[in-house]
Nanobody, 128 residues
Framework: QVQLVESGGGLVQAGGSLRLSCAASSNTLTTYGMGWFRQAPGKEREFVAAMTRSGDYIYYADSVKGRFTITRDNAKNTVDLEMNRLKTDNTAAYYC?????????????????????WGQGTQVTVSS
């Protein structure tokens, strides 16, 4: 069982930055991949970024490439999302997710159905 707790959300002006953090309750050695997704009101949940535990594979949604950076600290059991040059349409609830099966394919980390555990989310609001 893996429990995930996100933090770092808040209100920021367009062009600003935020850093989200996701703390996992168990040793991240048990997790194959970690990802961030977001869901805006009235919209479907969408992929933001993901990476394997080893860091060998990192994926970003096209809309955030060059502005967002995902990192993980296996010693601290955390995965962070650094978000720069934020835009108003980045406003959403951001969710951390974990894929724990060792029998995994990294390219599928872009799909929410591939994850076993989810956090409760943290709200990010970007004002104009």
């Amino acid at each position: 069982q893996v429990q995930l707790v996100e933090s770092g959300g808040g209100l920021v002006q367009a062009g600003g930055s935020l850093r989200l953090s996701c703390a996992a309750s168990s040793n991240t050695l048990t997790t194959y991949g970690m990802g961030w997704f977001r869901q805006a009101p009235g919209k479907e949940r969408e992929f933001v970024a993901a990476m394997t535990r080893s860091g060998d594979y990192i994926y970003y949604a096209d809309s955030v490439k060059g502005r967002f950076t995902i990192t993980r600290d296996n010693a601290k059991n955390t995965v962070d999302l650094e978000m720069n040059r934020l835009k108003t349409d980045n406003t959403a609830a951001y969710y951390c997710a974990a894929r724990v099966s060792a029998l995994s394919l990294s390219s599928l980390l872009k799909y929410d159905y591939y994850y076993n555990y989810w956090g409760q989310g943290t709200q990010v609001t970007v004002s104009s």
